[in-house]
């Protein structure tokens, strides 16, 4: 696992992030995004209002809380990539106001 100390750190005052298809294919999804959430945590990203990952290959997002640093997050793009439901927390996310994941594989919505 590679180490990203801080990647955002001079970013603070970050609102709009781009990682739509920004991951090589060969790369399994679940270990970026293990990389990504330390990112995430590391960074204090917490102005940041508009995350974009669609088109990375995402089939599942292994951690419910990935997204829970982020707190000021009001667009969460997951658009066009392959996952089959929503098992990560929304609720950690106060100002989510809109969340896109057209074009994936979800067949059925839980109420959790």
Do not use: G
Request: glycine share 0%; hydrophobic share 40%.
């Amino acid at each position: 696992q590679m180490s990203h100390p801080r990647v955002f750190s001079n970013f603070m005052h970050l609102e709009e992030l781009h990682l739509t298809n920004a991951f090589t294919e060969q790369v399994v999804s679940q270990w970026y995004l293990l990389n990504l959430q330390q990112i995430f945590i590391s960074s204090k990203l917490s102005k940041l209002k508009k995350l974009h990952l669609e088109q990375n290959e995402i089939w599942k997002i292994s951690n419910p809380d990935l997204f829970c640093p982020l707190t000021s997050l009001r667009d969460l793009h997951l658009s066009d990539n392959q996952l089959t439901d929503i098992n990560f927390s929304l609720s950690c996310l106060p100002n989510l106001r809109y969340l896109a994941i057209d074009y994936n594989k979800i067949t059925n919505l839980n109420n959790n």
